[in-house]
């Protein structure tokens, strides 16, 4: 396609380079989208060291994927995924994704729970420090969990003061 502009200069103008650039444009666009999609599950995990360590929870409470693993109050990493066994009377896995740095802390008598932060707040997965006499947990183990009561959640906790009011309403319901 071919342009005459004022002073008498034709200008030529590739239709198929155009598109070209449009396509190129529109490449480069998708790939953003996709690093985007795949950075927001994957966050930090792509900069940092770290390994898989497994626990089997009976009462996993409201846990979810992304959720921070503690320990000593550290944040170590992140749940990774959440799934169920089908025998065994702790019927849920949950794999966390561990800073490699921390590996060193948690050993084999380290044990794992579900805790809650503050009274309205998310839970998380709490590991207590291991003995330095005990082996460190390779990649790919499964951290013993604790036997402590599992985390209460919000609507427990709801339930409680429900309770409560009633019982302070009750005198004067006559």
Request: proline share 6%.
């Amino acid at each position: 396609m071919a342009e005459t502009r004022p002073g008498g200069r034709i200008i030529t103008i590739s239709v198929t380079a155009a598109k070209r650039h449009a396509i190129s444009h529109a490449i480069v666009l998708a790939l953003g989208f996709l690093i985007g999609v795949i950075g927001s599950r994957y966050s930090w995990q792509f900069f940092t060291p770290s390994y898989l360590l497994k626990a089997d929870l009976a009462v996993p409470g409201s846990l979810n994927v992304k959720d921070p693993v503690q320990v000593a109050g550290v944040q170590v990493g992140r749940v990774w995924e959440i799934g169920l066994i089908p025998t065994g009377d702790k019927p849920v896995e949950v794999t966390m994704r561990i800073e490699k740095r921390f590996q060193p802390v948690i050993r084999a008598d380290s044990a794992a729970s579900v805790a809650t932060s503050g009274l309205l707040g998310g839970n998380y997965i709490d590991i207590t420090r291991g003995s330095v006499n005990q082996p460190v947990l390779p990649g790919g183990a499964t951290v013993k969990t604790a036997d402590r009561p599992s985390a209460q959640t919000c609507d427990q906790i709801m339930k409680a003061f429900s309770r409560l009011g009633d019982a302070l309403k009750a005198p004067f319901n006559h």
